[in-house]
């Protein structure tokens, strides 16, 4: 199986894999500048509107240059063992643009569907965090386990699925992922071992340690990814999993997706430790600037190689911030102002990042990006009328996905038992 980066290996995105992968190496003499957020980069050029609108050929996205990282924070693990730099290829960049850019594309019409009426039930967005979801996918395979929370459309998307599986999934109709019956927050994808799409909040924690647990019994060299956010970082169950988790060496990330609100209650106000990747106590911590792709694409490589190699879990804090509100029933301004989340759009959001680096880079254009811009925009539009127009699952679909065969081959209801005083469930 392979990574969702790797799946366009034509543009040269770099392969993840389950070998070592090393610290990334670090580069003599190298002028950095500052760009938005604090993020620090090699330039080539200024971004300046004759530059971007420059006759002169564009460098091949082939080509690399380096950058440094904003600085990681460790808990029980040496500071020196992870990378101040990173190298990537144009392609790459170009890579994660595209996917945060459909990603946040594909989250701003499903709010417009769930205002329209499209989409019933419960809607949260991801805007604003599409670099964690790329940025992870970067760094692992296919074959390592993810699972996540109910804020999940674009793990679903970044393991593999389009967005016309994920919208009309949430439309309710039987091209979407789940067949039109779990709605915005079960989105599945099995067989690239994405397992959803959690509506319990922390559910996924003890959930993710069986996938370890899976993983390790089985010999392999796979890992599991649980994400969860910092309101579910204070449930119990999350704790009794790492307990686990540390006690049996388990192969797992915990990684907890700190936006800055579990609903509409800011961190200071629950939390009565805001550095939430010393909260595994025993087990190691890590924190990641989670709205620069790099930096997570190279945290993550390192904690995942760390679990590979049997040293147990780790817990991750990933530093991002959520555009939107809760759901889409919360306008997200009671509790914030407007200028505060401007303020973060226009000093760390994760796509704008990367198309600096793009035009700084020497690989686009102001231009050039608009257009590849435009193009998503139609793709998504496309998708968003066929949510629409897609048929709904017909009616003996009610009876799918209940059944199940038992030991002795007759079928009953799934979850229940077969025991020696009699069946429990309903045989066909």
Known sequence: MLSAVAR????????????????AAAVDAVVPAVAAGGVRFKTRSSASPAAEESSAPLRPLDETETYDLPAFKTHRLELDSLPTSTTASGAQLQEYFESMYRMRRMETKADELYMTG????????YNGQEAVAVGVEAAVTY?????????????????????EGVLSELTGRVTGCS???????????????????????GAQGPLGTGLAFAAKYGGTRNIAITMF?????????????????????????FMCENNRFGMG??????????DFYTRGDYAAGLYIDGMNVLSVREGIAYAAERCRSGEGPIYVEMDTYRYKGHSVSDQGTGYRTTDEVQSM??????????????????????????????????????????????????SEHLWKDVLSPSASGESVV????VTTGGKVGTPL
């Not at 366009?8 to 610290?23: I, K, Q, W």
């Not at 119990?236 to 192969?251: S, V």
């Open 179 to 201: 067949g039109g019956k779990g709605g915005s927050m079960h989105l599945y994808k099995p067989e690239n071992r994405y397992f959803g799409g959690n509506g319990i909040v």
């Open 118 to 125: 499209h989409v019933r039930g419960f809607c949260h967005l």
């Open 143 to 163: 074959d390592d386990y993810l699972i996540t929370a109910y804020r999940n459309h674009c793990q679903q998307l970044a393991r593999g699925d389009t967005v």
């Open 414 to 417: 799934r979850g229940t038992l």
């Open 229 to 253: 956010g910092d309101g579910a970082a204070n449930q119990g169950q999350i704790f009794e999993a790492l307990n686990m988790a540390q006690l049996w060496r388990l192969p797992i990330i």
């Open 265 to 274: 209650t800011p961190t200071w106000r629950a939390a009565a430790s805001g």
């Open 8 to 23: 366009h290996a034509m543009t040269g995105v770099r392969r993840a894999a389950a070998a070592p992968r090393g610290v």
């Open 345 to 394: 759009k226009a000093s760390r959001d994760p796509i704008d990042q990367v198309k600096t680096m793009l035009i700084d880079g020497g690989w686009a254009t102001l231009q050039s990006l608009k257009g590849v811009e435009r193009s998503l925009r139609k793709q998504v539009d496309a998708a968003v009328e066929f949510a629409k127009t897609a048929p709904q699952p017909p």
